[in-house]
């Protein structure tokens, strides 16, 4: 099902994701959102997640004029579905047609790489209360408020980059079924929306 996290958290969750991703659309100069998803499968929210906080937060391609925004709309599609309880989750044809040059996707996915594998070392299944259901719908909710708050960000220094962070920490909470990473996801949120209301004042 979409919100659940599963019992038996895969090892190296974001290197295998980042495997997955390696393999979308190949043999095609450029790539779309939807190789992208399909490589992952849709009935699964936290590679949602997770494919919206790495694009945000990635060098080359987070830091082109309006991914945020296009990002922070796969999530709201993405969060309001899920709430809504659908077990497979739809989006427009024009977002999944979207795409990035090759080039500039496998350079963005090899220099994620590295830090993928410092990251996998340190999730464990932990404080699992915090992202079994019914834990995913804060998490959901929580989520859609940062994608609303993200077209804002774009004119607000490094506050979308936070953004991405706490996506990217939701998404590994739920793959991982680690209730650590959700507890930094939430704290992380609010100071980002804070600077973001401090920046707009």
């Not at 590295?114 to 909710?141: G, N």
């Not at 507890?183 to 609010?190: E, F, P, Q, S």
């Amino acid at each position: 099902m979409a919100g659940e996290a599963s019992d038996t958290p895969e090892q190296a969750p974001l290197s295998s994701l980042l495997d997955k991703i390696q393999q979308a659309g190949q043999h095609r100069e450029s790539v779309s959102l939807g190789a992208i998803l399909d490589s992952l499968g849709r009935r699964s929210f936290a590679p949602f997640l997770l494919i919206a906080g790495l694009v945000t937060l990635a060098p080359l391609i987070g830091d082109i004029p309006g991914v945020p925004t296009l990002m922070a709309l796969l999530v709201v599609l993405s969060c309001v579905q899920l709430l809504a309880g659908r077990n497979y989750i739809w989006l427009p044809a024009w977002l999944l047609e979207r795409r990035v040059s090759r080039e500039r996707f496998t350079k963005a996915t090899r220099w994620m790489e590295r830090p993928a594998c410092w990251v996998d070392r340190l999730l464990k299944r932990r404080l699992v209360q915090l992202t079994r259901p019914p834990a995913h719908l804060p998490v959901a909710l929580t989520c859609l408020l940062i994608a609303l708050a993200m077209p804002p960000m774009e004119v607000v220094p490094f506050t979308a980059n936070g953004a991405g962070l706490a996506l990217t920490l939701f998404g590994l909470a739920l793959l991982a079924n680690d209730g650590l990473m959700a507890l930094l996801g939430y704290a992380l949120t609010g100071g980002t929306l804070a600077l973001v209301i401090v920046g707009l004042a």
